[in-house]
T-cell receptor
Framework: GAGVSQSPRYKVAKRGQDVALRCDPI?????LFWYQQALGQGPEFLTY????????KSGLPSDRFFAERPEGSVSTLKIQRTQQEDSAVYLC??????????????FGQGTRLTVV | RKEVEQDPGPFNVPEGATVAFNCTYS??????FFWYRQDCRKEPKLLMS???SGNEDGRFTAQLNRASQYISLLIRDSKLSDSATYLC????????????FGAGTRLFVKA
């Protein structure tokens, strides 16, 4: 497809369950970002990849959150032992150039995670 | 204090009105700036970049004031379809790359 694709679109997890969220960026895009967006808030930065290298993971809220992009294309965000406060929309974005300075970031439609 | 701050609104304006949003940022090393638009339950999409000299795209004008560390978005002749949340975005590189979003300003344009 032409855009950023995320799956699943919706995920309901029981508290304590592990989840994996997938992001397929636009082909050839070097930079990939994960954001967490709570209801009524702007997207909060989680982590950034340049190709397969995770250059910044300072936004990951705890060690239960882990992201990878092993071949520099598809990325997975994993959340272990989910808690209710993890309920949010998880957005993935990609951009063409490294660092994405002065370039547009394209977002996927997000995965809405609800922890019950 | 958040790195990027916006008035959350909501701004309720009639069709045809002119409305302006401001956004302030705290990191003086910030290097590029954007306005994104987000419709309800949709992903953010780029509205326009913000250049130091100011830039205009149809009814939309964006300006940057580096000295005061704020950016603005002006919408003229508001349309019903302009109703959305407008997100201020700041890119900076200080040892590590960061793209920070503001919490957004909600706009409702009414007939």
């Amino acid at each position: 497809g032409a855009g950023v694709s995320q799956s699943p679109r919706y995920k309901v997890a029981k508290r304590g369950q592990d989840v994996a969220l997938r992001c397929d960026p636009i082909s050839g895009h070097v930079s990939l970002f994960w954001y967490q967006q709570a209801l009524g808030q702007g997207p909060e930065f989680l982590t950034y990849f340049q190709n397969e290298a995770q250059l910044d993971k300072s936004g990951l809220p705890s060690d239960r959150f882990f992201a990878e992009r092993p071949e520099g294309s598809v990325s997975t965000l994993k959340i272990q032992r989910t808690q209710q406060e993890d309920s949010a929309v998880y957005l993935c974005a990609s951009s063409l150039l490294q660092g994405a300075m002065n370039t547009e970031a394209f977002f996927g439609q997000g995965t809405r995670l609800t922890v019950v | 204090r958040k790195e990027v701050e916006q008035d959350p609104g909501p701004f309720n304006v009639p069709e045809g009105a002119t409305v302006a949003f401001n956004c302030t940022y705290s990191n003086s090393a910030s290097q590029s700036f954007f306005w994104y638009r987000q419709d309800c339950r949709k992903e953010p999409k780029l509205l326009m970049s913000v250049y130091s000299s100011g830039n205009e795209d149809g009814r939309f004008t964006a300006q940057l004031n580096r000295a005061s560390q704020y950016i603005s978005l002006l919408i003229r002749d508001s349309k019903l379809s302009d109703s959305a949340t407008y997100l201020c975005v700041v890119n900076s590189y200080t040892g590590g790359f960061k793209t920070i979003f503001g919490a957004g300003t909600r706009l409702f344009v009414k007939a």
